[in-house]
């Protein structure tokens, strides 16, 4: 079945660049996906990248996909804290069904 | 962006009794609604697909006689966990899906509510 996997544990200073990474197994997703969670709250969709893309940029977001190692990553520039929080990525076949990763608990360091 | 509302925000309840968990997409139409479960410190793991007009398709063991879902409008769905017990206690959290049109999106996804917390005493 469909695996995804990321780090659980990321800490960042202040203003520095987070790099969040996840690897799937799921060759047919078509679209891939990045989720924020803050504490008690439930998902919000950053952003998705369809699988025939190699990059998007949203403003501070920055997605890569390595298609062929099944990697994914969410670059965030200027990381502030506002951006502590769980991210979880996730793929998708046709938004039928979501397979998310474990998340990973970004921390910022003032 | 499509807004996905839940309702209760949280509950507490007594083993043995049952709770209904709201889910609703207030400006677009979701023919399709999952369910999700979160326990602490983990992923979200997919309980089942709700579609409107149609029965639930569960995941492998997830029990469908405990949890009971009805989809029966185009903006609302429900989760009812039936003779709960404290190992029921979770985060239960929807989402619907919408096909890339009436919530402004350019492409199908699915968007969150704000989730349930659910404890059994």
């Known amino acids: 079945g469909e695996d995804v996997e990321q780090s659980l544990f990321l800490s960042v200073r202040e203003g520095d660049s987070s790099v969040i990474n996840c690897t799937y197994t799921?060759?047919?997703?078509?679209?891939l996906y990045w989720y924020k969670q803050e504490p008690g709250a439930g998902l919000q969709l950053l952003t998705y990248?369809?699988?025939?893309?190699d990059m998007k940029q949203d403003q501070r977001l920055t997605v890569l996909l390595n298609k062929k190692d099944k990697h994914l990553s969410l670059r965030i520039a200027d990381t502030q804290t506002g951006d502590s929080a769980i991210y979880f990525c996730?793929?998708?076949?046709?938004?039928?069904?979501?397979?998310f990763g474990t998340g990973t608990r970004l921390t910022i360091i003032p | 962006g499509a807004v996905v509302s839940q309702h209760p925000s949280w509950v507490i309840c007594k083993s043995g009794t049952s709770v209904k968990i709201e889910c609703r997409s207030l400006?677009?139409?979701?023919?399709?609604m999952f369910w999700y479960r979160q326990f602490p410190k983990q992923s979200l793991m997919l309980m089942a697909t709700?579609?409107?007009?149609?029965?639930?398709?569960?995941e492998q063991g997830v029990e469908k006689d405990k949890f009971l879902i009805n989809h029966a409008s185009l903006t609302l769905s429900t989760l009812t966990v039936t003779s709960a017990h404290p190992e029921d206690s979770s985060f239960y959290i929807c989402?619907?899906?919408?096909?890339?049109?009436?919530?402004?999106?350019?492409?199908?996804?699915?968007?969150f509510g704000p989730g349930t917390r659910l404890t059994v005493l």
């Open positions: 989402s619907a899906r919408d096909p890339g049109l009436a919530g402004g999106s350019s492409t199908d996804t699915q968007y």
């Open positions: 709700s579609n409107e007009g149609s029965k639930a398709t569960y």
């Open positions: 996730a793929e998708g076949f046709g938004n039928e069904k979501l397979t």
């Open positions: 799921d060759s047919s997703s078509t679209y």
């Open positions: 990248i369809f699988s025939n893309m």
């Open positions: 400006d677009f139409q979701a023919t399709t």
